[in-house]
């Protein structure tokens, strides 16, 4: 039987590979561009919450981590577990598969534990990068999985990371990238019938905050 302990956020402990990460990617960013973080006291010092952002990057995951003072835990593409060095590396960052395009129960079941043992998660609405900057259409799976968790939502916006490095291009480019952790919205917990019916509603309230996160100049 899992324990359901919301207060064992505060004893997590960051590996040497991602805290290596999470300090050194900013100001590895900054020499080539600029990082802005707008928001953190939003993010929960204890207990479960399901960070859920727009896509911009392949730098999105390492910079949205590296702002977020706790242990996150991030849902990703399960080809990049295949990988030869990435492969070695995905599990050390604390992410963990799942397979794209199809329902993968597999990875809801991690994501519900987790959240379960009071930690963080973060899982991108999209299920992919955009092809062209813009917001794409939210993917049920993850709203599903938000209305299930029954734990605070995080709105997670990143902006200018398509600028410096987008899908189809070999290498990061100069850009200016600001990150905004939003106010938690919170939701009960839902299942069965009544969760599916609650998907478009719960959708449009997630992408209308992603939306605003991303277009307010403040």
């Given at each position: 039987?899992?324990?359901?302990?919301?207060?064992?956020?505060?004893?997590?402990?960051?590996?040497?590979?991602?805290?290596?990460?999470?300090?050194?990617?900013?100001?590895?960013?900054?020499i080539r561009g600029s990082l802005e973080v707008i928001g953190r006291q939003?993010?929960?010092?204890?207990g479960p919450f399901l960070l859920i952002a727009n896509h911009q990057s392949l730098l999105d995951p390492i910079l949205i981590q590296s702002a977020v003072p706790r242990p996150v835990y991030t849902m990703a593409k399960s080809t990049q577990f295949a990988a030869p060095i990435l492969g070695l590396i995905m599990p050390r960052i604390h992410a963990f598969p799942v397979r794209r395009y199809q329902v993968?129960?597999?990875?809801?079941?991690?994501?519900?534990?987790?959240?379960?043992?009071?930690?963080?998660?973060?899982?991108?609405?999209?299920?992919?990068?955009?092809?062209?900057?813009?917001?794409?259409?939210?993917?049920?799976?993850?709203?599903?999985?938000?209305?299930?968790?029954?734990?605070?939502?995080?709105?997670?916006?990143?902006r200018g990371?398509?600028?410096?490095?987008p899908r189809w291009d070999?290498?990061?480019?100069?850009?200016?990238?600001?990150i905004r952790f939003?106010?938690?919205?919170?939701?009960?917990?839902?299942?069965?019938?009544?969760?599916?019916?609650l998907v478009t509603e719960t959708a449009d309230l997630i992408m209308r905050a992603l939306r605003s996160g991303i277009t307010d100049s403040v």
């Amino acid at each position: 039987m899992e324990r359901n302990d919301a207060s064992s956020s505060a004893g997590e402990r960051m590996g040497f590979i991602y805290r290596m990460v999470q300090v050194l990617a900013p100001r590895l960013w900054r020499i080539r561009g600029s990082l802005e973080v707008i928001g953190r006291q939003n993010l929960p010092a204890t207990g479960p919450f399901l960070l859920i952002a727009n896509h911009q990057s392949l730098l999105d995951p390492i910079l949205i981590q590296s702002a977020v003072p706790r242990p996150v835990y991030t849902m990703a593409k399960s080809t990049q577990f295949a990988a030869p060095i990435l492969g070695l590396i995905m599990p050390r960052i604390h992410a963990f598969p799942v397979r794209r395009y199809q329902v993968d129960p597999q990875s809801v079941r991690i994501a519900l534990r987790l959240l379960r043992q009071g930690r963080g998660v973060a899982v991108y609405i999209e299920g992919e990068r955009t092809w062209n900057g813009h917001l794409q259409e939210p993917r049920r799976g993850t709203v599903r999985l938000a209305l299930r968790a029954g734990v605070p939502i995080i709105p997670t916006t990143i902006r200018g990371s398509y600028d410096a490095w987008p899908r189809w291009d070999r290498r990061p480019w100069p850009a200016a990238v600001r990150i905004r952790f939003m106010e938690p919205i919170e939701l009960p917990a839902v299942r069965g019938a009544r969760n599916r019916r609650l998907v478009t509603e719960t959708a449009d309230l997630i992408m209308r905050a992603l939306r605003s996160g991303i277009t307010d100049s403040v």
